[in-house]
């Protein structure tokens, strides 16, 4: 399973409509039940993001894994957490 979640890393994701959101940087997984919780973007699209800010994105909202990521949702005012709303620690 560890292969197949690194496999993320550096992947390009983009909105349903083909707008490029940024690059997987990290990923969130349960320690519990062992399953991605979200993907962590690093730089993000300035037109898409405020800023171009760090966001995390619920895996839950993918659709599609392959040479790149799609979304099935993305919405327009971002009800998603910032780096800012984190600790560091929950980035390691």
Known sequence: MLEEVSALNDLEVF??????????ANIEIDSESTEIEN???EVTNDR????GASIL????WIQAVGDIIILRHFPE??????????G???FR
């Open 15 to 24: 909105t349903p409509w083909g707008v490029k959101v940024g690059d997987v």
């Open 39 to 41: 993907i962590f973007l």
């Open 48 to 51: 898409l993001v405020q800023d």
């Open 57 to 60: 994105i619920p895996y839950r």
């Open 77 to 86: 005012d971002l009800p998603i957490k910032t780096m800012e709303d984190f």
């Open 88 to 90: 560091p620690a929950e």
